[in-house]
């Protein structure tokens, strides 16, 4: 049994739907190819944009490079991506600019410590970052603040009583220094000693005053410091003039009562100083001697 036919309008409606829908497909496929390629398009001018604006930061780099402008060269070169093209030549760039600044810094710190500007050295080289002058850097800053101590030291043994000057120039020590604790240290111990000496230096003035010249002249020896001995030089020496001055005869007795009055007892009770007996006993042997000979 055959099958009929289907009429002839739904036969060209089917048709005209077919057609439809491949026109339909078409304009879908035609509509996306262009929009993948729009899309890549405008990826590709975005990305050309982005590297001429890389390649744009790269001139403005080696021009900063060029003027010694390192710090702001190296920021410069940080704004390129590990992606970017020229992120190769900004690795470079930064590199030279990195020893560059370096080698500035450190010059710059050497000139300060060389007009004994240490603090002002110290806080310039400490700025430096770069890794590979880590070592450098940390023997620098030893360095200068052993010459600060060095310089604080002769401060306080100064006869001229730089105390203050001392203890300032140690405290310039920050607590990131490798020496800050030494300097501590040792401004605890002039502070001490500088009391100890000061307690013995007042010690000495009262008992010079009260005439206990014993007593001063003990407390001086045991002072240390160069300016507290320099205080205390002049009492001592006062001492010793004390000391080997003539002593004053006794009230009422004259230098002479003690060799040309006579007692009252007769010349069998005169005592006569040893100083004058010493003659006459040689004289009396020489007398002696040359009757013997006769």
Request: with cysteine; aromatic share 8%; hydrophobic share 40%.
């Amino acid at each position: 049994m055959r099958t009929p036919m289907p009429p002839p309008s739904d036969h060209l409606r089917s048709v005209r739907i077919g057609l439809a829908m491949v026109l339909t497909g078409s304009v879908f496929l035609a509509t996306g190819s262009l929009a993948v390629r729009f899309y890549w398009l405008v990826k590709v001018d975005q990305q050309q944009r982005v590297e001429q604006q890389h390649q744009a930061i790269l001139a403005r780099v080696e021009y900063l490079k060029a003027a010694g402008d390192h710090q702001r060269c190296i920021r410069e070169t940080q704004q390129i991506p590990v992606e970017s093209l020229f992120h190769s030549r900004a690795i470079v760039l930064q590199d030279q600019c990195q020893r560059a600044l370096t080698t500035a810094v450190l010059n710059r710190a050497q000139g300060q410590a060389n007009a004994g500007q240490l603090k002002d050295a110290i806080s310039e080289v400490q700025t430096i970052s770069d890794s590979a002058v880590a070592a450098q850097v940390q023997q620098l800053v030893w360095q200068w603040s052993n010459q600060i101590l060095q310089v604080a030291e002769g401060y306080y043994r100064d006869s001229n009583g730089r105390f203050e000057d001392a203890l300032k120039t140690a405290g310039a020590i920050t607590p990131d220094n490798p020496l800050y604790s030494e300097a501590q240290n040792k401004i605890r111990g002039w502070q001490q000693e500088w009391l100890n000496n000061q307690s013995r230096w007042q010690v000495v003035e009262a008992a010079f005053k009260a005439h206990q010249y014993e007593t001063a002249l003990l407390q001086a020896q045991q002072i240390s410091h160069p300016y507290w001995s320099r205080q205390v030089a002049p009492i001592v020496q006062a001492i010793y003039r004390e000391q080997a001055a003539p002593q004053p005869s006794p009230p009422g007795r004259s230098e002479s009562d003690s060799i040309d009055t006579i007692p009252a007892g007769g010349m069998d009770d005169v005592r006569l100083p040893i100083y004058l007996l010493l003659p006459l006993m040689a004289g009396a042997m020489v007398l002696l001697a040359g009757a013997r000979r006769d």
